[in-house]
Structures are given as structure tokens and as C-alpha cells.
């Protein structure tokens, strides 16, 4: 047996639990072709091992709703629950947005339900003009539409605040608090 094969079956044994049916149906491999590497029959080759790593290890992103409407004088967690589907205590990015599609909010969770259902009930911390009453308003009073977005969480990286940092370091949603500044890669012209 060489080393790839042994390689192979460290995965099988470790992330599919040496269910070949499962291993196939994440690759694309027949089932044949992975029964003859468990077995040292054949030896997959160098990219194969990859591309298997890659499979494992690169996050999925599953959209569970985009652009959901919110109902503000609706309950908010039978809303939620209903948007998330079987995503509720999925790992993720969530967004909010107002009533022109602006990005108002962009969040990553552990458990999608609750971070939502939580970030909805903060204060909106918005800055109004003088003159009007209603200055405190909750988050979910703001926000007419919700995106969830389920991201497989591994115990190594945190890719839902990788992404979330990203995004947030371009858009700069009005209701995040920006905590810093990036330096810029290049210096502007005539520096």
C-alpha cells in the first residue's frame, strides 16, 4: 500500500466514516474506484489526494434565503424559523437590509436563529436629523429583507469571520461599528 493509499484511508476512516456510498456521492468517484484505493488494489493519484482535501477542508456556502421580507409587526422568531428552514442552528453569515435593498447589517453566527433573532432586537444606533421623536429604534424596525448564508464551521478556521470581515472591510454597512482601518496596499497617486 503506498502513502496515498494510506492518505485515502485516513480520510475515509476519519470524515466519512468509512461510508464509501457517502464518499462517492461528495467526490464524484465511483464507489468502485474508491473500494480498489481503501484496498490497495490501485493507487489514486497526486491530484486526487487533493482534490479530496480540497472537498474536505474548502468551505460550502449553502444560501438559505436571500432577500427574505420581514414583517416588523409580525412575531420575529416564527419569521426567522420559517426564512431558515432546517438552517436554524447552522453556522453562517447573516444580512439585513432596508426597504431600498441597502445593506444595512452584516453579521456571522454559530447558531443562525438566535444570532438573528438577537442582532434584530439591538438597537438600530442610527443617527437622526433634529426633530425626530422616534430616535430609538430597534434593528428589526429598520430591516425589511434578511439573507442567511450556512457555512460548515471546522474547529481549525473560522471562515464565517474571515468572509464576514471581508465583506464588511468593503461595504461598510451603516449599522456595524467599524473598529479599524487597513492600510492601503499602495500609496495615491502623487504621494
Not at 127 to 134: D, H, K, L, M, Y
Request: hydrophobic residues 35%; contains cysteine.
Amino acid at each position: 500500500m503506498t502513502d496515498r493509499n494510506i492518505i485515502f484511508n485516513y480520510f475515509l476512516t476519519q470524515h466519512y466514516h468509512n461510508d464509501i456510498e457517502s464518499m462517492s456521492y461528495d467526490t464524484g468517484y465511483t464507489v468502485a474506484q474508491l473500494q480498489n484505493w481503501r484496498d490497495g488494489v490501485t493507487t489514486p493519484q497526486h491530484q486526487t489526494i487533493e482534490y479530496i482535501c480540497n472537498r474536505l477542508f474548502t468551505p460550502e456556502f449553502t444560501i438559505v434565503c436571500e432577500f427574505s421580507e420581514l414583517v416588523p409587526d409580525d412575531s420575529l422568531k416564527p419569521q426567522l424559523r420559517k426564512m431558515l428552514g432546517d438552517h436554524n442552528d447552522s453556522s453562517g453569515l447573516y444580512a439585513f437590509y432596508d426597504s431600498m435593498a441597502n445593506l444595512l447589517y452584516v453579521g456571522k453566527a454559530t447558531s443562525l436563529l438566535t444570532e438573528i433573532y438577537c442582532a434584530l432586537r439591538r438597537e438600530a444606533e442610527i443617527v437622526f436629523p433634529a426633530g425626530i421623536s422616534n430616535r430609538n429604534l430597534q434593528r428589526y424596525q429598520v430591516t425589511r429583507y434578511v439573507s442567511a448564508y450556512a457555512i460548515k464551521k471546522y474547529p481549525f478556521f473560522d471562515y464565517p469571520k474571515h468572509v464576514e470581515s471581508i465583506i464588511l472591510r468593503i461595504s461598510k454597512p451603516r449599522l456595524n461599528t467599524q473598529i479599524g482601518y487597513l492600510a492601503e496596499a499602495y500609496p495615491k497617486e502623487g504621494e
